[in-house]
C-alpha cells in the first residue's frame, strides 16, 4: 500500500489549497486595511473641518488683532455759535383789532 504523502496528486490538491488560503488571507487583509484607511481619513478630515471652523468663528468673534477694536464714531456736539442769527429788518407783527 502506498502512503498518503507519496502521492501526486495529494500534494497537487495540498499545494492548490494552501495557496487558495493564501490569496484569501491576502484578499482579506487588503479589505481591512481600506476600511481602517478610511476610518483614519474620515476622523482625520472631520479633525480638519473643526478645527477650520473654529478658527474662523475665533477670527471673527475676536478680531484680526486679537481683541475687539472701537471704531470713533461721529457725535454732534453741541457748540454755541460765535454770533446769533437774527434779521436785521423788523418782522411785521399783526395788530390787534378792537
Known sequence: MAKAGKDPSTRAARERARLY????DF??????RRTRDNVIAGVVGGLIVVAITGAQIAYFTVGADGE???TPTASVAA???PSPTSSASPTASPTPEP
Not at 488560503?21 to 484569501?24: D, G, L, V
Not at 484578499?27 to 481591512?32: I, M, S
Request: aromatic letters at 0%.
Open 21 to 24: 488560503q493564501a490569496r484569501r
Open 79 to 81: 457748540t454755541p455759535s
Open 27 to 32: 484578499h482579506a487583509g487588503l479589505g481591512r
Open 68 to 70: 475687539p477694536t472701537a
